[in-house]
């Protein structure tokens, strides 16, 4: 029984910034965002931090992509608002750097009381997946 609960403790996500949460299920009608929705926040402020443990994949000025310890990979993005031009991350890790949520991940840069933080879950790493399925073939044929 430990076991799973030491999992869960795992893949547990963290806020990575202070700010207003936001019910997901009515701000994202029509928006396009890949993979499964964990959560939306108005920031109050600019520290972004981690909001898991696991390791940096891919970053660019709007989001940044982090696999799991547990293989789930997540998307970290800062939706504008139809009238914001600028406001962009400000990264202080770089791809493949370790983080656990008192990681501080970046800053924001000129974001106004419209922007959000989405986090969203994408699926497993490739190589996670790579893995699976080499046990299962070792154990099955």
Same mark, same amino acid.
């Given at each position: 029984?430990?076991?799973? +609960?030491?999992s869960?403790?795992?893949n547990?996500?963290s806020?990575p910034?202070?700010?207003?949460?936001?019910?997901?299920?009515?701000?994202?009608?029509?928006?396009?965002?890949?993979?499964?929705? +964990?959560?939306?926040?108005?920031?109050?402020?600019?520290?972004?931090?981690?909001?898991?443990?696991g390791?940096?994949?891919?970053?660019?000025?709007?989001?940044?992509?982090?696999?799991?310890?547990?293989?789930?990979?997540?998307?970290?993005?800062?939706?504008?608002?139809?009238?914001?031009?600028?406001?962009t991350?400000?990264?202080?890790?770089?791809?493949?750097d370790?983080?656990?949520?008192l990681?501080?991940?970046?800053?924001?840069?000129?974001?106004?009381?419209?922007?959000?933080?989405?986090?969203?879950?994408?699926?497993?790493?490739?190589?996670?997946e790579?893995? +699976?399925?080499?046990?299962?073939?070792?154990?099955?044929?």
């Amino acid at each position: 029984m430990s076991l799973f +609960k030491r999992s869960s403790v795992i893949n547990q996500l963290s806020a990575p910034v202070q700010g207003e949460s936001v019910n997901v299920e009515t701000i994202f009608d029509g928006m396009s965002i890949p993979g499964q929705l +964990k959560f939306a926040i108005h920031p109050s402020n600019d520290a972004i931090f981690a909001p898991l443990n696991g390791e940096v994949t891919d970053l660019t000025s709007h989001h940044i992509a982090m696999t799991a310890i547990s293989g789930d990979c997540y998307w970290l993005t800062l939706q504008r608002s139809a009238n914001e031009t600028a406001g962009t991350f400000d990264w202080q890790v770089r791809i493949g750097d370790s983080i656990s949520p008192l990681t501080l991940l970046g800053t924001l840069t000129a974001t106004d009381s419209k922007s959000l933080i989405i986090c969203s879950r994408i699926g497993l790493s490739s190589t996670i997946e790579a893995q +699976k399925q080499r046990r299962f073939s070792a154990i099955f044929g």
